[in-house]
């Protein structure tokens, strides 16, 4: 008895296209801006193979497989569900799948642009076009046509509406299309029109040469305006240097490089009204000598006396007198009575009020970069794809130089092995011994950095008063001048070296905080010797020098200071760095190189900033000598890092560490110097024998010589005085600014607090809408398979009953 013959009529789906498998379906709305491209490859081969294995193994598995998926759709090696190949297609073909990411699409959306264009142009519309290139609304069935037709005509149609255009709108409207560079060659050939019209519009005389001379114009003013951008891009202040620093060496050692430049900055604009409001008249209107000049030796330039004293460098050449008009002496040993008519420059005046200004603008300066600063490294809201970023938007397709190309490439590594680095050193997980041991080890250490620092300062005191009293008894001598600011710069140098061998003790597991804890360190260090520096020069130095010039001797000593700092720092880069690469290239072959000493460089640099702000009201010009020191240490430290130096081993980002270096700047160092000068200013009696301020008690008296003279002036600048007598003396306005300070660093903090709040709200908004997705997706799924279902068993139904037949007539 035969038995019944099964026939199984597997009726394929439409075929996909390749084209058009591009976009799979979003399963999480974080990948919000994945291609589908890998996954609908995936689950179509998944599935070609799975079917194949089926079929050969169980006959009929087709339609049972078809019956079988009732509510789900089926699962792939991963467990994530397969969708039938209409169901992908309909997915690929989302609005927010498809812009920017097909080319048909693009196509489409530039054509809009160009015949918006061409409508406020008033050329042909699309209505003149034939009939046979409008679009067609069958397009938009993703069944019948397939979507190479649609591209094809959308590329048809803006080809002719590119062809309407000028040249310089076509030009305009293909450099902004997000395509490649011979889709848009192809583009630009095939908009071109024919070599007859164009030779019939050559014919055209004058207006072609006018179209022609209008074309190079602006070609050439194209190619003048880039010249000029490369010029000022070369004209920015170690452009290329920095660039080279950053890809070769990592943000960590190019942050001390930019805090460089940094500080340069601030120095040229603390500079600027200082040579023009004070030097710069006291230059053109010289005082009378008061004795001999002494000839220059040479040796003022590491003293910064001798010849030094008798110019603008130092406070006490500076006059108490009105400037600038004829003047008999001054009566009493006060000031020059301006004659009728005349313009006065209060010299006294000028010197405190320019000072003070340009302490504001400072404070300004350095408030508004750090937070900035603060703004740029603490960004609101998580940074998960930035190793995405780096890798596929870092990339500057301007650069066509190969030493250039080969620069940024090796930025771009160096970037990622930053981020890299960060990764695994957030996942490491803690271990509680390790922790307990390393906070006993990271105690101890501190605790012989702090002794250390203790004997330092105790050493500077002490020595500072053995010089005070050899000052007593003999005149100092320029080797005795020397002295005090040598020994100062040795401790500098040598704690630090110190620091560093307790510091190998800790292994920090982050390289940041291990800089951060040097920093510290050094820190502490400085600022206690400085602020030992400044009680003997105001605390003890001005009751020895009754009878001198104390300010003067005030600014040559933090000129020496700086003079040995710099010295010392060239020594510490050739004996630190070169002879350190030396013996180790010739002993050690293993250690090689050693690493940028980052925390004890960035620390130098904001001593020495600290060393400027200090000086200023003794040594207008100690910023332009601060200026020429930072030109040298950077090309110093620059070579020094190049020849004698390697990158971290253990790289790491530094993307706080600008913020970091200003902040240190701003109120250990700028808020110290302040106070210090404030002090000067109002508490110190000036020398009465040299400077602007000779015949007052205090430098702030001379605002209130300024403000009686102006209540005798008469009714007019009465304003002037009130301003002083409310604004400056009274207290109230320092309260308001604080107050208003508390107000906006308490609306920023809201504001922040906002803006995370809105964040995680989008967030769970988005998260809400891809299960959304999600569900709609599975309702579409089994709309298809519910269809493909009921197309099968009416085929089934119309193949059946001949085969029945048959058999019930062989069963008779």
Same mark, same amino acid.
């Given at each position: 008895?035969?038995?019944?013959?099964?026939?199984?009529?597997?009726? +394929?789906?439409?075929?996909?296209?390749?084209?058009?498998?591009?976009?799979?379906?979003?399963?999480?709305?974080?990948?919000?801006?994945?291609?589908?491209?890998?996954?609908?490859?995936?689950?179509?081969?998944?599935?070609?193979?799975?079917?194949?294995?089926?079929?050969?193994?169980?006959?009929?598995?087709?339609?049972?497989?078809?019956?079988?998926?009732? !509510?789900?759709?089926?699962?792939? +090696?991963?467990?994530?569900?397969?969708?039938?190949?209409?169901?992908?297609?309909?997915?690929?073909?989302?609005?927010?799948?498809?812009?920017?990411?097909? %080319?048909?699409?693009?196509?489409?959306?530039?054509?809009?642009?160009?015949?918006?264009?061409?409508?406020?142009?008033?050329?042909?519309?699309?209505? =003149?076009?034939?009939?046979?290139?409008?679009?067609?609304?069958?397009?938009?069935?993703?069944?019948? =046509?397939?979507?190479?037709?649609?591209?094809?005509?959308? %590329?048809?149609?803006?080809?002719?509406?590119?062809?309407?255009?000028?040249?310089?709108?076509?030009?305009?409207?293909?450099?902004?299309?997000? /395509?490649?560079?011979?889709?848009?060659?192809?583009?630009?050939?095939?908009?071109?029109?024919?070599?007859?019209?164009?030779?019939?519009?050559?014919?055209?005389?004058?207006?072609?040469?006018?179209?022609?001379?209008?074309?190079?114009?602006? /070609?050439?003013?194209?190619?003048?305006?880039?010249?000029?951008?490369?010029?000022?891009?070369? /004209?920015?202040?170690?452009?290329?240097?920095?660039? !080279?620093?950053?890809?070769?060496?990592?943000?960590?050692?190019?942050?001390?490089?930019?805090?460089?430049?940094?500080?340069?900055?601030?120095?040229?604009?603390?500079?600027?009204?200082?040579?023009?409001?004070?030097?710069?008249?006291?230059?053109?209107?010289?005082?009378?000598?008061?004795?001999?000049?002494?000839?220059?030796?040479?040796?003022?330039?590491?003293?910064?006396?001798?010849?030094?004293?008798?110019?603008?460098?130092?406070?006490?050449?500076?006059?108490?007198?009105?400037?600038?008009? +004829?003047?008999?002496?001054?009566?009493?040993?006060?000031?020059?009575?301006p004659e009728a008519g005349g313009l006065p420059y209060n010299m006294p005046l000028a010197y405190l009020f320019t000072v003070g200004v340009a302490f504001f603008i400072t404070c300004i300066t350095l408030v508004y970069s750090m937070s900035r600063s603060f703004g740029e490294s603490y960004r609101v809201g998580s940074t998960s794809g930035v190793h995405a970023i780096t890798v596929f938007c870092s990339w500057d397709y301007k650069v066509t130089q190969k030493?250039?190309? @080969?620069?940024?490439?090796?930025?771009?590594?160096?970037?990622?092995?930053?981020?890299?680095?960060?990764?695994?050193?957030?996942?490491?997980?803690?271990?509680?011994?390790?922790? $307990?041991?390393?906070?006993?080890?990271?105690?101890?250490?501190?605790?012989?950095?702090?002794?250390?620092?203790?004997?330092?300062?105790?050493?500077?005191?002490?020595?500072?008063?053995?010089?005070?009293?050899?000052?007593?008894?003999?005149?100092?001598?320029?080797?005795?001048?020397?002295?005090?600011?040598?020994?100062?710069?040795?401790?500098?140098?040598?704690?630090?070296?110190?620091?560093?061998?307790?510091?190998? $003790?800790?292994?920090?597991?982050?390289?940041? /905080?291990?800089?951060?804890?040097?920093?510290? !360190?050094?820190?502490?260090?400085?600022?206690?010797?400085?602020?030992?520096?400044?009680?003997?020069?105001?605390?003890?130095?001005?009751?020895?020098?009754?009878?001198?010039?104390?300010?003067?001797?005030?600014?040559?000593?933090?000129?020496?200071?700086?003079?040995?700092?710099?010295?010392?720092?060239?020594?510490?880069?050739?004996?630190?760095?070169?002879?350190?690469?030396?013996?180790?290239?010739?002993?050690?072959?293993?250690?090689?190189?050693?690493?940028?000493?980052?925390?004890g460089n960035v620390l130098e640099l904001i001593y020495g900033q600290t060393l400027t702000w200090l000086g200023v009201l003794f040594s207008p010009l100690l910023p332009a000598m601060q200026i020429i020191k930072l030109l040298f240490v950077f090309y110093v430290k620059k070579t020094s890092l190049m020849a004698n130096c390697q990158a971290p081993r253990r790289p790491w980002k530094a993307s706080h560490m600008s913020t970091v270096f200003i902040s240190l700047?701003?109120?250990?160092?700028?808020?110290?110097?302040?106070?210090?000068?404030?002090?000067?200013?109002?508490?110190?009696?000036?020398?009465?024998?040299?400077?602007?301020? %000779?015949?007052?008690?205090?430098?702030?008296?001379?605002?209130?010589?300024?403000? @009686?003279?102006?209540?005798?002036?008469?009714?007019?600048?009465?304003?002037?005085?009130?301003?002083?007598?409310?604004?400056?003396?009274?207290?109230?306005?320092?309260?308001?600014?604080?107050?208003?300070?508390?107000?906006?660093?308490?609306?920023?903090?809201?504001?922040?607090?906002?803006?995370?709040?809105?964040?995680?709200?989008?967030?769970?908004?988005?998260?809400?809408?891809?299960?959304?997705?999600?569900?709609?997706?599975?309702?579409?799924?089994?709309?298809?398979? !519910?269809?493909?279902?009921?197309?099968?068993?009416?085929?089934?139904?119309?193949?059946?009953? +001949?085969?029945?037949?048959?058999?019930?007539?062989?069963?008779?």
């Amino acid at each position: 008895m035969s038995q019944s013959l099964a026939f199984v009529l597997n009726v +394929p789906e439409t075929p996909q296209d390749p084209e058009d498998s591009q976009e799979p379906s979003p399963y999480d709305e974080s990948e919000v801006h994945d291609s589908f491209h890998q996954l609908i490859q995936e689950q179509s081969r998944w599935v070609a193979e799975e079917g194949l294995e089926l079929q050969q193994r169980v006959p009929g598995a087709g339609a049972l497989g078809a019956s079988g998926s009732d !509510r789900q759709a089926l699962l792939g +090696p991963e467990g994530a569900p397969v969708y039938s190949t209409a169901t992908l297609r309909i997915l690929a073909s989302m609005p927010s799948r498809t812009i920017g990411r097909s %080319r048909g699409a693009i196509l489409s959306q530039y054509y809009s642009r160009t015949v918006r264009l061409r409508r406020r142009a008033g050329r042909p519309q699309l209505r =003149d076009v034939g009939r046979s290139a409008r679009p067609s609304l069958r397009l938009y069935d993703l069944e019948l =046509d397939p979507a190479v037709l649609e591209e094809d005509e959308k %590329r048809g149609l803006l080809v002719k509406e590119l062809q309407g255009l000028t040249v310089a709108q076509r030009d305009h409207m293909l450099r902004g299309m997000p /395509l490649s560079l011979s889709e848009k060659r192809c583009l630009r050939e095939e908009s071109r029109p024919p070599r007859g019209k164009r030779r019939a519009r050559g014919h055209r005389g004058l207006l072609s040469c006018c179209s022609q001379l209008r074309d190079s114009c602006i /070609l050439a003013s194209h190619n003048l305006g880039l010249a000029l951008l490369s010029g000022l891009q070369a /004209l920015m202040p170690w452009h290329y240097a920095l660039k !080279r620093i950053g890809g070769q060496f990592g943000s960590s050692v190019l942050s001390y490089f930019l805090f460089l430049k940094t500080l340069l900055a601030f120095n040229t604009l603390l500079l600027l009204p200082l040579l023009a409001f004070i030097v710069g008249v006291q230059a053109a209107f010289p005082p009378a000598p008061s004795g001999s000049v002494p000839a220059f030796r040479g040796l003022e330039l590491l003293t910064g006396g001798g010849r030094f004293t008798h110019t603008v460098m130092y406070y006490g050449y500076y006059s108490n007198a009105t400037l600038n008009q +004829p003047c008999a002496s001054p009566r009493d040993g006060g000031q020059c009575t301006p004659e009728a008519g005349g313009l006065p420059y209060n010299m006294p005046l000028a010197y405190l009020f320019t000072v003070g200004v340009a302490f504001f603008i400072t404070c300004i300066t350095l408030v508004y970069s750090m937070s900035r600063s603060f703004g740029e490294s603490y960004r609101v809201g998580s940074t998960s794809g930035v190793h995405a970023i780096t890798v596929f938007c870092s990339w500057d397709y301007k650069v066509t130089q190969k030493w250039a190309t @080969r620069l940024q490439h090796d930025n771009i590594r160096t970037q990622l092995k930053e981020l890299l680095a960060e990764g695994q050193l957030r996942h490491r997980p803690p271990r509680a011994c390790g922790r $307990l041991w390393q906070a006993a080890v990271l105690g101890l250490v501190w605790l012989l950095c702090l002794g250390t620092t203790l004997v330092c300062a105790l050493a500077v005191y002490s020595f500072s008063e053995l010089v005070l009293q050899q000052s007593r008894v003999s005149a100092e001598r320029d080797g005795a001048l020397l002295a005090l600011p040598l020994v100062v710069c040795l401790l500098n140098l040598g704690a630090p070296y110190l620091f560093r061998v307790l510091a190998a $003790l800790e292994r920090h597991d982050s390289p940041v /905080l291990e800089v951060y804890v040097a920093i510290c !360190r050094n820190l502490i260090l400085k600022m206690v010797i400085l602020g030992i520096l400044c009680y003997h020069w105001l605390g003890r130095r001005v009751g020895t020098l009754k009878d001198q010039c104390w300010e003067d001797f005030v600014g040559q000593e933090l000129y020496r200071l700086m003079v040995m700092d710099f010295i010392f720092t060239l020594l510490d880069t050739l004996l630190g760095e070169l002879v350190w690469r030396l013996i180790s290239e010739k002993r050690s072959q293993r250690k090689g190189k050693p690493e940028f000493d980052i925390a004890g460089n960035v620390l130098e640099l904001i001593y020495g900033q600290t060393l400027t702000w200090l000086g200023v009201l003794f040594s207008p010009l100690l910023p332009a000598m601060q200026i020429i020191k930072l030109l040298f240490v950077f090309y110093v430290k620059k070579t020094s890092l190049m020849a004698n130096c390697q990158a971290p081993r253990r790289p790491w980002k530094a993307s706080h560490m600008s913020t970091v270096f200003i902040s240190l700047l701003c109120f250990p160092s700028f808020l110290g110097a302040a106070i210090f000068l404030c002090y000067a200013i109002w508490q110190v009696k000036p020398s009465s024998i040299c400077g602007p301020f %000779r015949t007052l008690d205090t430098m702030y008296e001379a605002g209130k010589v300024w403000v @009686r003279h102006l209540e005798e002036a008469g009714p007019r600048v009465s304003w002037l005085p009130w301003i002083h007598r409310y604004l400056v003396e009274s207290a109230f306005p320092i309260y308001l600014a604080s107050a208003l300070l508390l107000a906006v660093i308490y609306l920023n903090i809201q504001v922040v607090k906002g803006q995370r709040k809105v964040i995680c709200l989008l967030k769970e908004q988005l998260s809400n809408e891809g299960e959304d997705k999600i569900f709609l997706i599975n309702k579409l799924q089994r709309i298809y398979e !519910r269809k493909e279902r009921s197309r099968v068993g009416r085929t089934e139904e119309a193949v059946t009953p +001949p085969a029945v037949f048959t058999d019930d007539w062989d069963a008779q």
